[in-house]
């Protein structure tokens, strides 16, 4: 069985300073995980993904994580936050063997402050 | 971009009452996906559809729920008779593919359904 841990209900950031979302993940099989962002009364989009090529995976509005099988995390990185980063990011995790079932994370909300 | 799109994007009903929630996934996709997300709570998987039939199915998915693909571009999730603890947002999906290694097969979501149950 898979499934994903966020360790952060919420993480408050100021405007132009780094932004960290931790995610570890559990997976029976070589696993894909990505990252999805969810904006107030909006769909789901997705940021990023991993699915065994790099480790270091560069995703939209300069969003990145590191795939680290050893400590079995996919932590989302940003270097400087914007105001529109403000959202619901969710790791989710996948098995590649076959259909595409999607495993979410509960969700870390970021906030960010002027 | 082409992108999913779902009809209603809010539907109130009764308990008892049977909705259906209609949903266009993105044109040369082949997969289909139902997910919801109840209040506060994390996305959970319901099923997943491929070629006219349910390729995979969650717990949540009981007999009160049925999906369809009744032509070349609908995807419907229907509730036979819908409870209080259905009110969520259901979200559909589509991939292009769904095994790795053939293509692409991220996931693209529609904005989502806000289901009230009454």
């Known amino acids: 069985a898979q499934s994903v841990t966020q360790l952060d209900s919420h993480v408050s950031v100021s405007e132009g300073t780094p932004v960290l979302l931790r995610c570890n993940y559990s997976?029976?099989?070589?696993?894909?995980l990505f990252w999805y962002v969810q904006h107030p009364n909006k769909g789901l989009q997705l940021l990023l993904k991993y699915t065994s090529a790099a480790t270091l995976v560069k995703g939209i509005n300069g969003f990145e994580a590191e795939f680290k099988k050893s400590e079995t995390s996919f932590h989302l990185t940003k270097p400087s936050a914007h105001m529109s980063d403000a959202a619901e990011y969710f790791c989710?995790?996948?098995?590649?063997?076959?259909?595409?079932?999607?495993?979410f994370g509960t969700g870390t909300r970021l906030l960010v402050s002027p | 971009e082409p992108e999913v799109t779902q009809t209603p994007s809010h539907q109130v009903t009764q308990m008892g009452q049977e909705v259906i929630l209609r949903c266009v996934p993105i044109?040369?996709?082949?997969?289909f996906y139902w997910y919801r997300q109840i209040l506060g709570q994390k996305v959970e998987f319901l099923v997943s559809?491929?070629?006219?039939?349910?390729?995979?199915k969650s717990e949540i998915f009981d007999d009160q729920f049925s999906v369809e693909r009744p032509d070349g571009s609908n995807f419907t999730l229907k509730i036979r008779s819908t409870k209080l603890e259905d009110s969520a947002m259901y979200f559909c999906?589509?991939?292009?593919?769904?095994?790795?290694?053939?293509?692409?097969?991220?996931?693209?979501f529609g904005p989502g359904t806000r289901l009230t149950v009454t």
């Open positions: 044109s040369n996709h082949l997969y």
């Open positions: 559809f491929y070629n006219n039939e349910i390729s995979e």
């Open positions: 989710v995790v996948s098995d590649r063997r076959g259909f595409q079932k999607l495993v």
């Open positions: 999906a589509s991939s292009e593919l769904g095994i790795a290694g053939q293509g692409s097969y991220e996931q693209y």
């Open positions: 997976s029976s099989y070589s696993p894909s």
